[in-house]
């Protein structure tokens, strides 16, 4: 096996979109909201702060002192619910770069994470977190370096606005493309820029086409795509790995198994994201692995 500094890992910790939603019908899928977390060689890369944050920080107190980077895709509140409750941001010592691009109010990513805890919607404020962190502003489009990673971004088709993440290290690249919505002519042209031989692909397939498209409840306008699209990009992209992810909240674990397996077929190799799974990838033999 390769060492640790020679590897990327994607480890899922939150994998529901919209709200969580515990429960016997969600364990095997789990109920958590999104939160990535990426181990590329020697640095710790999160995003997302939803629910799935919370459990990530528990792991994380036998390990300190902890440095990571937090990039966020946007703050609408399931991508940001968990970062109050990110134990490691409570304790002195620990050091965290965060990462957001500015919203078309103008508001920073800092001042959004101290108004979410201001009174009267949470009882302590921003100021009591004791490590240190560090808050960035993300023009749309940058390249950031982060020792050997390279991070880029660009921005994704949804309402108030979201930039989805492409992540690459010595000759591997993982996309994060979340939230979104297709269009209807035409794909995404900055997607497919993201997700371009992707080694893995993360993507925002909340809904199945009969969903998206049904008369009665149409999910048009509501920022998000179906597994169908998300295969059309994996395609055209050249994709290696393809993970649905973002998984609606009344998709109980039998809808999505069935999802699972039309996924496959449609896209061998595809996968559905688990809360708790990993995917591991190794340079040069480009060797990718799950591990529960």
Not at 203 to 230: L, R
Request: charged share 20%.
């Amino acid at each position: 096996m390769a060492n640790q500094s020679n590897r990327f890992t994607i480890n899922f910790w939150g994998v529901r979109g919209s709200i969580p939603c515990p429960g016997v019908e969600t364990v095997r899928y789990g109920g958590n909201t999104p939160c990535i977390e990426m181990i590329v060689g020697s640095e710790r890369l999160i995003f997302d702060g939803g629910t799935g944050l919370r459990v990530l920080g528990q792991t994380l107190l036998g390990q300190m002192p902890i440095k990571a980077h937090i990039f966020f895709t946007h703050s609408h509140w399931d991508h940001i619910q968990g970062f109050p409750f990110f134990t490691p941001a409570f304790i002195k010592g620990n050091h965290f770069n965060i990462y957001g691009a500015i919203a078309p109010n103008g508001s920073t990513i800092k001042q959004r994470h101290h108004d979410q805890m201001l009174h009267p919607n949470f009882p302590v404020p921003l100021q009591i977190m004791q490590a240190e962190l560090q808050f960035y502003d993300l023009d749309i489009g940058a390249k950031l370096p982060i020792g050997e990673v390279m991070v880029e971004n660009a921005k994704l088709n949804h309402p108030g606005e979201a930039i989805g993440y492409r992540v690459s290290w010595r000759g591997l690249t993982v996309a994060y493309v979340t939230d979104t919505e297709h269009f209807p002519d035409r794909l995404d042209e900055n997607v497919l820029h993201l997700a371009e031989n992707a080694d893995v692909l993360i993507i925002d397939a909340t809904y199945t086409d009969e969903e998206y498209y049904d008369k009665k409840m149409s999910k048009v306008g509501w920022g998000h795509s179906t597994w169908q699209e998300a295969v059309k990009i994996a395609r055209t992209a050249k994709v290696k790995k393809l993970v649905i992810f973002h998984h609606d909240p009344l998709h109980n674990d039998d809808f999505l198994d069935t999802v699972s397996k039309e996924v496959a077929a449609a896209y061998p190799g595809s996968i559905l994201a688990r809360e708790g799974e990993s995917i591991e990838l190794v340079p040069l033999a480009k060797n990718l692995q799950m591990i529960s």
